[in-house]
């Protein structure tokens, strides 16, 4: 099983880790991993600290300038 040989490696080089900082990093994205196997219904908060906050600015920036804009023949 090839996927089975795939985590005996990931643990391995988990293993070798010093980094405590790297190993909280690990452990929030196996939660993560488990939170979305055991809920059906995802939830806005399973994607907090996905986008970076540039991003989400340059989102709003575009949501603002296209949802903004009213064209009154749009509505005839």
Not at 22 to 33: F, H, P, Q, R
Request: net charge negative; glycine share 2%.
């Amino acid at each position: 099983m090839y996927s089975e040989a795939k985590k005996l490696h990931i643990i391995e080089e988990v293993l070798k880790i010093k980094s405590d900082a790297v190993l909280m990093e690990i452990e929030a994205v196996v939660s993560k991993a488990i939170g979305f196997k055991r809920s059906k219904k995802a939830s806005a908060h399973d994607f907090l600290g996905l986008i970076s906050e540039k991003d989400a600015s340059l989102m709003d920036a575009a949501i603002k300038e296209s949802c903004e804009q009213i064209d009154p023949d749009d509505w005839k």
